[in-house]
């Protein structure tokens, strides 16, 4: 027999053994826990709007002045304009050029500049 296919038996068994037995993962008896599934269930639930018809149908509270007031200046071309989105900087950042050379010469994590 040749060593490739003594190594490919021994790793198929490793690997056979993997699924088999207490913890493996086709063990049947964690299906047959009693909460199997729950956090499918509760990402639904998370992630759904519930259908309250009482909530949906219900009436919304708002101040009908200041509602009459947006409409007005809606109308007039009189929108008040929303402040101007505030950026941020980092201090010492570099443009991303690196002086690493190859062949292992470089460190490990792109030498601390990001």
Avoid: W
């Amino acid at each position: 027999m040749k060593p490739t296919h003594a190594l490919t038996a021994l790793g198929s068994a490793l690997l056979l053994s993997a699924c088999s037995g207490h913890g493996g993962g086709l063990d049947p008896q964690r299906f047959n826990s009693p909460d199997f599934g729950a956090s499918v269930h509760n990402n639904i639930a998370v992630q759904s709007v519930p259908a309250d018809p009482d909530v949906v149908n219900g009436p919304v509270e708002a101040d009908g002045q200041r509602q009459s007031l947006a409409q007005q200046r809606y109308r007039n071309d009189k929108v008040k304009q929303p402040p101007e989105p505030a950026t941020s900087s980092v201090a010492g950042a570099s443009t991303g050029t690196s002086t690493g050379g190859g062949a292992g010469g470089g460190t490990t994590g792109g030498g601390g500049q990001y």
